[in-house]
């Protein structure tokens, strides 16, 4: 028997009978010949093939899925930590010189609040520098890796694998300790030197730790 290949072949839910239907009729009602039960013929959808019988031949490719990379954590080191006396001295210094500028305008001294205004303005400039360079300096870590990017214009990338650390430093002085501050060192299986080097990050043994859990 030659079968159209623009049919469709149902079972009809009644008898069970196998029919053949035009294209013509998908989802409209068919009566079954066998039984003369009405039934709607349901346009056919392709359902995605989940597994594979190395004994049937196959006109298809199974995809692996990727494994991909996920981002775990990221850290920056930290600004007021790090340098809390540096930090508060600039902000003081800053607060000074706006105010005493303001008091001077007008007044005798308006060419010295203008000198504070340039000071000011330094202050400003040297915070958002600064603010840049912390904020550029990302340690990220993976399922995968440690990555340590760093610099403002010009930059580096460091990375080591997380089966390849050898040697995890975290350094602290007192002072470092009392404000939850530190340096982390990585080095890998293959290097003698230090590959990684990141300072002041909070809470720098929590970070060690958190990576020792991906080996």
Known sequence: MNQDPKNIFYRCPACHATIEVGAEFVGKRVDCPRCEVPFLAVAPEAQPILTWDPAQPADYTITKPTD???????????????????????????????????????????????????????????????????????LKITNKRTTLRKGIIAKSTSEVQHDDVRNLQVKQNMWQRVLGV?????????????????????????????IRTMQ
Do not use: K, N
């Not at 809390?84 to 607060?95: A, D, E, K």
């Open 68 to 138: 991909d990379e996920t981002v775990l954590r990221e850290v920056h080191p930290s600004m007021v930590r790090q340098y809390p006396i540096t930090f508060v001295g600039l902000c003081l210094c800053g607060v000074v010189a706006f105010v005493a500028a303001i008091l001077l305008w007008g007044q005798e001294g308006g060419l010295f609040s203008y000198g504070l205004f340039v000071i000011t303005l330094g202050i400003l400039g040297y915070f958002s520098y600064w603010w840049l360079e912390v904020h550029a300096t990302t």
């Open 182 to 210: 530190g340096d982390l060192a990585i080095s890998s299986s293959g290097q003698d030197d230090l590959e990684i080097l990141v300072r002041g990050i909070a809470q720098p043994d929590d970070v060690a730790d958190f």
